[in-house]
């Protein structure tokens, strides 16, 4: 099932940025779209169905790989659509924010992107979506880091320093929260 969401994301998305003048509002909106329908479609909103959102961003990242769109703009809207997605599916919004944070860093390393700089956007677009759906963005924020850093753990290399460092060196995130949530990720 769930190499099916992965295509199904990955085409649904696709066809969208292809057919649209705001890209990344398209973007965010298929992926919303995706999440609500598998969500509550599979009757699991609970955290036991709450890993489909990683394929849901990990198809939706290919997606855009598909269609050469800006791959770090788009991480933040897939990222965010996802987060929205899982509060009106009536999830746990901060285990969807890890899920998601992890499925965009799956697919980024399975193309060959900048994993370190997807990772800092990644972050960015979880900590304002789950601001705008009234969960504890620093929560988020925290969910958001142990999830690239799960995912660039599994990519292996020097993937996870680097986008520990990356993640520091973002002037748009706040330190003190990224450090609490690395050091925090390590003793796990």
């Known amino acids: 099932m769930l ?24 973007i965010m909106g298929t992926v919303k779209h995706q999440v609500t329908n ?16 990683s394929s849901v961003t990990s ?3 290919a997606g855009v790989g598909k269609v050469g769109a800006s791959t770090a703009d788009a991480a933040q809207q ?11 599916a009536g999830g746990d919004v901060i285990a969807g924010v890890r899920e998601a944070a992890r499925g965009v860093i799956q697919a980024t390393s399975e193309t060959g ?20 759906v009234g969960a504890d963005a620093s929560e988020a924020a925290k969910a958001a880091v ?5 995912a660039a753990g599994d ?3 020097d993937a996870g320093e680097k986008v520990r460092s990356a993640l520091l060196a973002s002037a748009a995130l706040p ?3 990224i450090e609490s949530a690395i050091k925090g990720h390590k003793k796990k």
């Not at 598998?38 to 959102?53: D, F, R």
């Not at 897939?78 to 009106?88: C, D, L, P, R, Y």
């Not at 142990?146 to 799960?150: N, S």
């Open 3 to 26: 190499k099916e969401i992965v295509k199904e994301t990955t085409d649904a998305v696709a066809a969208a940025i292809s057919g649209a003048d705001d890209i990344l509002s398209a």
């Open 38 to 53: 598998v969500l509550k479609g599979t009757g699991e909103v609970a955290s036991a169905g709450i890993e489909v959102v």
């Open 59 to 61: 198809g939706a990242m």
């Open 78 to 88: 897939i990222v965010h659509g996802a987060v929205v997605g899982v509060s009106e």
């Open 113 to 132: 992107g900048d994993v370190a700089k997807i990772a800092v956007s990644t972050v960015e677009g979880a900590v304002k979506a789950a601001g705008e």
């Open 146 to 150: 142990g999830g690239v850093l799960d």
């Open 155 to 157: 990519v292996g290399g």
């Open 175 to 177: 330190r003190d929260v």
